[in-house]
């Protein structure tokens, strides 16, 4: 199969190296400290955000940082036709472990002792790049929540088709079995806090294809910080200020 035309074109009319479009949203979730959701072409998620707040077990209250958790869930009607695991099958339990080592990576969990943060992920669309989209979601809801994080962590991915790498995978082009590089950065900081790759690539095609998907984790970092500034812009026109 064909997955980049002879003009140069995807499947659904992207460039090799274009993103799908992204849309975002916060304070979706009413009863939550935080939350958002987040497209990234047809692919939708929502997070919502919980703390901190007291440790409940108190079995895993820690003198010297705050506990965070994770939950990552797919809605039952999320894929369509296409088969659906349970929910704490196996991979939900990976990408809930990967969501929430990412996200420790950036909250300053030492500021909030003896304390608990809840993250809650839904996907209720997928279209390829689920993982990239929950985490971006969680990052802004965490924003949303006002817990202080090192920087706005934010995740893209990149593959290798036919000899050409593509930015931001959508699902017929994830499903092909090709390599898939999904990262995650701190973009202010420049540092990767999420690699993960489910196949072999040379060395040299590797590194532009996670260069590529790092250029697409820097595109989401823009854009994100775009809404939480109109987020606050709308704040304070709401107060007065």
Do not use: W
Not at 18 to 36: F, H, I, N, P, T
Not at 67 to 75: P, T
Not at 88 to 101: K, M, N, P, Y
């Amino acid at each position: 199969m064909e997955y980049v035309s002879p003009e140069g074109l995807r499947l659904d009319g992207r460039r090799p190296t274009e993103m799908r479009q992204l849309r975002a949203e916060v304070g979706v979730v009413a009863k939550a400290d935080g939350s958002a959701s987040f497209e990234m072409g047809n692919t939708k998620v929502i997070a919502a955000v919980y703390g901190p707040r007291e440790v409940q077990n108190k079995g895993q209250q820690m003198d010297d940082q705050a506990l965070v958790r994770c939950e990552y869930s797919m809605a039952n009607f999320s894929t369509g036709d296409r088969m659906r695991k349970p929910k704490g099958d196996r991979r939900s339990t990976e990408i809930s472990l990967v969501i929430r080592q990412t996200m420790e990576a950036c909250i300053l969990t030492h500021l909030m002792p003896r304390s608990q943060i809840d993250i809650f992920v839904q996907v209720l669309q997928a279209d390829g790049g689920t993982r990239s989209a929950c985490i971006n979601a969680a990052t802004l809801a965490l924003a949303d929540a006002g817990i202080p994080m090192r920087d706005l962590v934010t995740s893209c991915s990149a593959g290798y088709l036919n000899n050409i790498p593509l930015l931001d995978l959508n699902y017929v082009e994830d499903s092909a079995g090709g390599p898939d590089v999904t990262v995650g950065i701190l973009p202010k900081l420049d540092k990767v806090t999420l690699l993960q790759m489910d196949a072999k690539l040379p060395i040299d095609i590797f590194e532009n294809v996670m260069q590529l998907a790092i250029e697409g984790c820097k595109a989401v970092a823009n854009y994100i910080r775009e809404i939480l500034l109109e987020n606050t812009k709308k704040l304070e026109f709401c107060r007065g200020v």
